[in-house]
């Protein structure tokens, strides 16, 4: 499993060479590779403990919505990769916000993963 982990910061993560001469952000740098690692495993853990729960067996996360057993989190982040929200402001203040509309598919991943839609919505 490591591997596959190591595997992703090159591929997924894209991480490339970087000369750095200082210690500290040489460990700030592996710090943030690290927790994205961390973020990207719980979320796939979560997302598939989430569907042996509920007795979903795949989810059409593939392109052209193929059926997916294993999803994994670059596939989760693509599915909301296209979301946007919008504010429209005037003289600094906002005027109206414009909430993401989120598909049933997207709505139903968010519960999986244990997330409220309001997390995403505007408090203004």
Known sequence: MIEKRFEQIKTVHE????????EGRIEALFTVYF??????????????????????EELPLYPEQRPCARPT?????????LVERHRLL????TIQVFDANRTDFQRQVLSLLGMSEQAFRSKN
């Open 35 to 56: 927790l994205a690692l961390l973020v990207q495993s719980l979320m796939e853990r979560e997302l598939r403990l989430a569907m042996e729960r509920e007795g979903i």
């Open 90 to 93: 005037r003289e600094g203040r």
């Open 15 to 22: 991480i490339a060479p970087v000369f750095l001469k200082d």
């Open 73 to 81: 989190a670059e596939q989760v982040l693509r599915l909301f990769s």
